[in-house]
């Protein structure tokens, strides 16, 4: 199947500390493929190009090995300061981004790295609903509850580089009249935080 290719890009956030999990979450197996490159790619068979993934200095080789040399359209971005929070990760995606492309694209798609069932079809559908109007910043809503991913206009960019700390983008996307998709699809709001998360992850899906 060919895949169409979107005008926007991707950041993938990686660069978390699994606190709650104990270790690194992201390296997990589901369907025998690591969490994080599940992420990616739902990105790149969305067609988005390229997908920043955004790592701590200090990432494992075995997270770095999930993520890299599997497509050319998969970029790593260290995150020097990941520890001060999800902030610093968003930010350093964007920063390359604006580094990136001498025209900035018209926003970008930003997905998590612990939301293993989301798919292409979902990136898809919440991309061309976020084409209609791409002032707008866009997420999915499942059963009334915002999901994942979300997608920041290219105007909120520079908002976006001005957060600090653990601050998450809700502000941002307020500010930029989110707009919610509805979906059914749950993927949106599952993630995996907890070891309980992924065991049950796992008795739905195979190792």
């Excluded at 589901?30 to 790619?41: M, Q, T």
């Excluded at 993934?53 to 990941?82: H, K, M, N, Q, Y």
């Excluded at 999800?86 to 930010?91: T, V, Y």
């Excluded at 996307?173 to 935080?193: E, K, Q, S």
Aim: proline share 9%; charged share 20%; net charge neutral.
């Amino acid at each position: 199947m060919t895949t169409t290719r979107s005008p926007l890009p991707a950041i993938v956030l990686a660069a978390g500390f699994s606190r709650r999990m104990g270790r690194c979450k992201l390296t997990l197996t589901l369907d025998g493929e690591p969490l994080v490159r599940r992420a990616v790619r739902a990105a790149l068979d969305a067609g988005l190009a390229p997908v920043l993934v955004t790592v701590r200095p200090d990432a494992s080789p075995e997270l770095l090995e999930a993520v890299s040399g599997f497509d050319a359209r998969v970029e790593i971005v260290p995150a020097p300061d990941a520890h001060l929070g999800q902030a610093e990760s968003l930010k350093a995606g964007i920063r390359r981004l604006v580094s990136r492309f001498a025209c900035p694209p018209p926003g970008t798609v930003v997905l998590l790295g612990d939301q293993p069932l989301v798919g292409a079809e979902l990136v898809r559908e919440l991309t061309a609903f976020y084409l209609q109007k791409p002032e707008c910043a866009a997420a999915p809503a499942c059963d009334g509850v915002r999901g994942n991913p979300v997608i920041l206009p290219a105007g909120a960019f520079g908002d976006t580089l001005l957060l600090s700390g653990d601050k998450g983008a809700r502000g941002i996307l307020a500010a930029f009249g989110l707009r919610l998709m509805p979906t059914n699809d749950t993927a949106a709001i599952t993630d995996v935080d907890t070891w309980e998360a992924y065991e049950s992850l796992s008795r739905a899906k195979p190792l």
